[in-house]
């Protein structure tokens, strides 16, 4: 049974950058798409990124195009989500999920595993 645990989440201030981690166990990640999820208090959960087994294609929401890298080291079992110039609006709990197929991450259905959530706090 794979699993995925989030780490790196933490309070930032505007302007500033946090890393975060999706670590797997129990399976390797190499079959998987991974993505990074967040939900903000009282929104619905959206996408924010997702990269293919391969780390050959990626998918960024257009609201952290150009901030955020989502990067993959199958080596290591573990994606990691590098986040840059962190707005006030990107604080959420950040979820990391595996999913089979790169296209259910994108739209963000089908998804196998969820990992339990990382929080980012951005604010002065």
């Known amino acids: 049974q794979l699993q995925v645990v989030e780490s790196g989440g933490g309070l930032v201030q505007p302007g500033g950058s946090l890393r975060l981690s999706c670590a797997a166990s129990g399976l390797t990640l190499d079959y998987y798409a991974i993505g990074w999820f967040r939900q903000a208090p009282g929104k619905e959960r959206e996408g924010v990124s997702c990269?293919?087994?391969?780390?050959?294609?990626?998918n960024y929401a257009d609201s952290v195009k150009g901030r955020f890298t989502i990067s993959r080291d199958n080596a290591k079992n573990t994606v990691y989500l590098q986040m840059n110039n962190l707005k006030s609006e990107d604080t959420a709990v950040y979820y990391c999920?595996?999913?089979?197929?790169?296209?259910?991450?994108?739209?963000?259905?089908?998804?196998?595993?969820w990992g339990k959530g990382t929080l980012v706090t951005v604010s002065s």
């Open positions: 990269i293919s087994s391969s780390g050959g294609s990626t």
């Open positions: 999920a595996a999913s089979e197929l790169f296209s259910a991450c994108v739209l963000g259905s089908g998804i196998g595993y």
